[in-house]
C-alpha cells in the first residue's frame, strides 16, 4: 500500500480504491460512490421537534384551557397549535437561515 492516505479520500466499496469523495463515481471500477455518505439525520430530527413542539403547544393549550375554562378548552386548543405552528415556523425559519451559512 504505497499510496498515500488522507486528503480526505475515501475507500471504494467495490474494489478498495482511495477515491476522492467529490468523484461520482470510482475511475478504478466505475462503481458509483454512495456508501460512505452517512445518513443525514439533522433534517429528520429537525423536523420531527417541530411537530413535536405543535403537539406540546397544543396540549399544554388543553390543559391550561380545561383548568381554567373548561367551556372553551378547544379555544385554548386552537390556540396552543396556533402558537406551535408559529413557533415551528420561526424554529424552521431559523434552520433554513442557519444552513445556509
Ligand atoms: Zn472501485
Given at each position: 500500500m504505497a499510496a498515500p492516505q488522507g486528503l480526505g479520500l475515501v475507500a471504494c466499496a467495490a474494489c478498495g480504491s482511495q477515491v476522492s469523495p467529490a468523484a461520482k463515481a470510482c475511475p478504478s471500477c466505475g462503481d458509483p460512490l454512495k456508501v460512505s455518505t452517512p445518513v443525514d439525520w439533522s433534517g429528520l430530527?429537525?423536523?420531527?421537534?417541530?411537530?413535536?413542539?405543535?403537539?406540546?403547544?397544543?396540549?399544554?393549550?388543553?390543559?391550561?384551557?380545561?383548568?381554567?375554562?373548561?367551556?372553551?378548552?378547544?379555544?385554548?386548543?386552537?390556540?396552543?397549535?396556533?402558537?406551535?405552528?408559529?413557533?415551528?415556523?420561526?424554529?424552521?425559519?431559523?434552520?433554513?437561515?442557519?444552513?445556509?451559512?
Open positions: 430530527w429537525g423536523s420531527f421537534s417541530l411537530v413535536l413542539l405543535i403537539f406540546v403547544c397544543a396540549g399544554a393549550g388543553v390543559v391550561f384551557g380545561s383548568l381554567f375554562s373548561p367551556d372553551y378548552v378547544i379555544v385554548y386548543a386552537v390556540g396552543g397549535i396556533v402558537t406551535g405552528g408559529v413557533l415551528a415556523g420561526i424554529g424552521a425559519l431559523a434552520a433554513t437561515l442557519r444552513g445556509r451559512q
